[in-house]
């Protein structure tokens, strides 16, 4: 999956790059395993960028592959060779690395199936590791893509989608700069550097969604919204999507870490044992969140069940003192007739209109059944 | 359970026949076991079809069989024979193949009584496996069928309902075709390779139900209706009916990988655990789906909510400002007398009534008034 | 547990008897354990009928026992004895088969203390069983009964509370008939039949529940009424209680088929793992219907809120439309006056009323506001 | 925890006591451990009184202790000592006791903070069990006490808070009278039965508190009140109670069941057993009551949503018939003149007052919208 | 995390610092591991404090310590030597530790980035242990601080965050008292001291809670307003903060039971059982807190639902009652004329209001038509 920039401003959208990452890209239905076919963007294969980093603790060395054959040649035992492969579009490379480091053909084919659940599967020559990255591109947008490793004794292999930003960046660097014990290692740490920098990376993702989340928390209680709970919504989902991809990630690193192949090294053990706990950690907060998430729900729905009482409140208070005030004046806007039209009189009809204080009693007595109504629904604590 | 067309245009309706594959068939209750019944379709017991594929790496042989005694003359040992039975019409096809290839009485009751639980059972001289394939027609509607698969050595049976579509069919492709390793591989590769076909259908399937419920949750978000719950409702027992077929036979495909009879040889254990791979993360899908329904629901109920307090609100509003007004204009509609019928003058009564400027007084008086309930109703953000 | 025959019309009365099921009976708190305490039915405790069945694959003697000192006499090592008794009316039985076969106090006590948990125990000499059958009786209520197995190497001893039905009906003409291999096995294998008889005729029940449900859905969907969740408040408890009795029972199965002891031989595993097979059925059946009832609780609140948002939606458009165009006649029929009593003109007051077209006028007016709003009703969708 | 009467009439007042059970005695925080501190009621320490009974299958003897010497003479190795200690106001009894039969100072500050958990300690002299019995007092209030037992080859203490009822009592009958096998047998079986005694207690509380849910069941669906909610509340607080307290003594057994220090022999090992299948029983009927109670709850909700539902249709259609008509009579009682002040005709204004069946034509007019409005209510259902 | 004083009256403010706690604080991602970052105060970075205890049972020695040189020469093998540091600004010191003990850099790393998840993580010479620490200070702010612990022979190395309040104090004065075993035992003893005082000071915090919840209950059931939901929903968030914290402290309690390193001697693993039956009943309180929190939400959501069907009866039985009267006393004032303009009679126009009693008869008619509805919404118990 490419980095689609969708700048959107609306914090929902901001998301909209993972859900996608949601479906697994897979063949027709009963097609022959193993079957490797390259993504297409906007309807065209485009070439990988092959880059291949060789260091020891004496130095680096940095090359751009342009030419396949060029890979056959090199490959000095003494030194870690890092092969990066940038870009799904192209079969014939992984074709020849397949055959050239003897990588299992299914797993080839779930390096080019992306939205696989991350995994690890180690074999007699290598350990194969899938795995989503999740980053925040310039423009804020949340994007993935998977990430594959391979890798053996000295030797490491990397493929990921195409991406505008590289989470194995400061690796790099730190391989460039020799800090660190990264040079003095061997590829097993390479490898467990680059699962950690992944992981690292859900750190500022799973942040920001916090803040997000906490901002929204606000907002709820002091004037809810429909848009609200949308938003609440779409982060629920994110947090489903993220928990999809941390979740067997930590079992990835498990499985390293009980790894019997014997390709993992008990000093980088140890710090995969770091790395094991951070995604623990990562869990402990996708969990967390979506509890709050579940709990601003509620609130939400209690805040408009409230509002709503409030609402018939105001409503039946007023209702109830106007209409029998209403009732009242309408019957003495009644017009039985003190004659009839032929002069007959009829002093049973509505005698109160021709008393001299009719007008102000009925006055008074309307204020005083306004004024009971309204003690009773003070005491009734509605007003 | 054959396949019934329903080509209904409501989405709802598209899911019927999954809905009825819940139901066990099943003998009365305390009859004698493994006692074998034929299914009737319209009451009437239709003849299967059989067919038989024999294939080694160098050629296929494909024949549909009439006569049951040709079962017993073939049987190449260095050829893998496929036997499909299509139909579960008649159980002496059934009795006989069970006597041949000496198949466990109470296995071939499972067979006929369609709506299993997924499972797998490994015996000495086979393993037998019961799975439900889901897949959709030319009508777009979601179909099942139980499928069973019994392979030994170099034979594989597999007795399926009557359909319109096969899902074996891409398999019987690469068979013909010689296209990967089928051709090359036992009975057992065959097996997972059938499987492998079974679990692929669910794909399509659940990519059919998530788009569903993506549009779902478009509409429900501007306009929600009851429509929509019942469609999201039939969705949420779709999805739990997928469940009950999809977590079972995550268990068929472990207990094949740690089978211990020897009838599942080691690559072809490799090319299984890619399966599992995918049973786990079509559980993964379903489980996501439920949680988004789920999600759905309330977010249909807040919104609902929501609609029920703006209308109260708009009622609240109007009825506020207008009861007053009416009941002042009620007030100067009293008949209150301005003098007896007999001439007496009552000065009290409604004396406003013949003020020059009462009219005007009175029209200004309710406009004060309802513009500060409008002023009050604004910072109540009510309006 | 006797049979109720409630045959009342109302589909939730029907499970009554289920819901009794639930109350364990039991003793004094602190009382000594192994106290046998008889059942009494009405007051007084009725003599139990104990019937004998001794076959072996060449023959069948059936005999209703009185005197108990027959049993003493009687046990042919080469048949299988089966002793049935129907009724917890007396001690004196259950004490003298105690004895006779060295059963376990605690088990005797279990045996009379109904409402027990499912379970199964093996000694030395016998296999202890404990179930709840639930099948319907003829007026489609639904019934329950505790039925106790002790099956040792080549006796079977069943006791049941007394009841109109008997779920081992079938099992006895299978033995009379000789049909399947029931007459050639042993003891095992007849425990295995009733086991099987008693799970069996769960299915009848959970499907009956299964069919009143769907009616319920339909009928809740066109129209949601109280009673409609009273009902389905009383499925979910009947699930609740079914699930009580299943659940274990998967157990007691589980628990046969691993058991050590060697009461149970192999034949006889092969068809307990069928059986095995059909309590995770039955389990997942349940499980499917409580969620299918929480799916239908939840559409009904779901409806009843939407109903209450239209109800509320006409009454708002109603009202909005009326109130202010009531106001406005109100306010032409204020009697404030043209002249004062003495004949002074008051021309301010209400020229309107004497417009040659104020009528009109007036009448435009208002169909002008109850258009305009119309109009607004519309366009918000609340028409 | 001393009982406290509480004879209110209310329902949920019962049920205090039980809630007050909740919180732990403790120090305070970060003060050395096994620190004993005596109890206080209504601040100050009450001496506790000192029980004990010795005795074989030949015989019986009971003796109150008050001075703690006496307790270091006593203790015939052929006979089982049970020590029961009512009361925790003294310290000093504990000490003598915790240096005369050695037991660990945390199991003593155990046994005074009361609150515990149950649980089971084994040592190499002897088992340390807490556990909390609940049980109705005189008043029908139910109380609760934690009780501690030690129970070593040929002893048993017991130590209770003081109260008005002890779940020991039917044990101590069964021992003077000697009844059963308690008499013949070791401290271990004396153990089991106190726990036996204590868990037999909780089914009448258990049944009281099902008694009562069933009740309420049936106000709630005739006539739902918020007192009821709040007793339901109130149930679901005591199961959750209920619940914390069964739960880890099923632990409890199960520890002692399991238990390899060689306390418990063989025989009391079976009894432990039927011991265990009551705690299973207990939690099934405690998880079956809080989903009966929820239940309730979501029945309630519906109820209310239902009720809401129909009170605002007789609004609404009330509402909705008068409103109109009110506003045509309204229209008639307009003042329109049909003539000026001046005498000028003004033909046009109201005309209809003047024709000679205008009053008739007008009723007829609004029984055909009335009638009208009516048939379109009978039609949505909502009359 | 220093302690904020937050003095706050409203009590969800007072958890503010607990949710602060949430964060991990981490570098950037996928920068080298165990680097070293000091937490800055305002902005800058303040010397912590370093003081040294020295102790076996004849003597405490204390110091505090200002140049780190002083550090290496002590070291006297005979006694435990706690160093504890008190604040995080300064790297120096913790490298200056980790060189002189050989504490692994990853150890180091987690010691600064607080917020961590509580963990234990034994070495070859050393076992370290992240906990969080709850308390609440002189302001009744809850507050929270990382410790971390190392533990070998004869050494224990605490850091903690800079605070106003220090949970080790009791411990402190229990070795400065001599009082307990404390001084007799080795730095493992002390190790379980310190623990179980972080534990301890749980208690009152949770206490704390619960208690203010059984208040809010009181509140609530007297007058639900939209305030305590909100305060419910904070407790509820601090619940699920407290868990994230004793939850893990409970596996790292275990884990020290379950060392196989041998730093843990068998006597403290006695207390360490002790230890941990207190985090399983903290647990027990949080999840017990947190149902009752969950119910007290469901209680107040129905008592809206009921409060707000009763302001509905109100409205709608006043309504009800009124509308027809003010028909019936609009139908009266219309105008219809007794005779034309040009004083034709028009008898049917109006009759009643020429009757002798017509006034009074209508009057009456209009109390029956009152009377009866009352009489209604009585039986349908409205009123």
Not at 203 to 231: F, K
Request: aromatic share 8%; charged share 25%; proline share 6%.
């Amino acid at each position: 999956m490419s980095v689609t920039p969708c700048p959107g401003l609306d914090p929902a959208a901001r998301w909209a790059t993972l859900h996608d990452m949601f479906t697994k890209r897979h063949g027709p239905p009963g097609s022959s395993p193993a079957t490797l076919t390259p993504h297409l963007v906007d309807g065209q294969a485009r070439k990988p960028s092959v880059q291949i980093i060789e260091y020891d603790k004496d130095g680096v060395e940095e090359r751009e592959i342009t030419d396949l054959a060029e890979l056959a040649a090199r490959f000095d035992s003494r030194k870690v060779t890092w092969i990066n492969i940038d870009g799904l579009g192209d079969v014939e490379v992984l074709s020849y690395l397949g055959q050239r480091f003897n990588l299992h053909p299914l797993a080839l084919e779930d390096v080019l199936n992306t939205g696989q659940r991350p995994k690890v599967e180690a074999g007699p020559d290598y350990v194969f590791i899938v795995a989503q990255m999740v980053y925040q591109n310039r423009e804020q947008t949340i994007c993935g893509e998977q990430v594959s490793l391979f890798f053996g004794k000295n030797f490491l292999i990397t493929v990921q989608e195409e991406g505008e930003y590289d989470v194995f960046d400061p690796v790099r660097e730190r391989i460039r700069g020799g800090r660190g014990s990264i040079r003095k290692a061997k590829a097993d740490y390479l490898g467990y550097a680059l699962l950690d920098s992944i992981i690292d990376h859900y750190y500022p993702v799973l942040e920001d969604i916090g803040t997000a989340i906490e901002e929204l928390e606000d907002d709820l209680l002091e004037r809810p919204s429909r848009g609200m709970v949308i938003t609440l919504h779409e982060y629920k989902r994110s947090l489903t999507q993220l928990r999809r991809f941390i979740w067997p990630l930590r079992d990835v690193v498990n499985g390293l870490l009980h790894d019997p192949s014997g390709h993992i090294t008990s000093p980088t053990k140890v710090y995969l044992r770091d790395c094991y706990d951070h995604t623990v950690q990562l869990m402990d907060h996708v969990e967390s969140y979506k509890e709050i998430t579940s709990g601003l729900m509620e609130l939400y729905h209690s805040s408009v069940g409230l509002r709503t009482n409030e609402v018939m409140r105001v409503l039946t208070v007023i209702t109830s003192i106007f209409i029998p005030l209403t009732f009242i004046v309408g019957v003495y806007g009644m017009n039985f007739a003190p004659e009839t039209p032929d002069g007959k009189k009829l002093p049973l009809n509505m005698p109160e209109l021709y008393l001299p204080h009719g007008y102000i009693a009925i006055m008074l007595v309307m204020a005083v059944i306004a004024g009971v109504q309204l003690v009773i629904f003070k005491k009734m604590k509605w007003l």
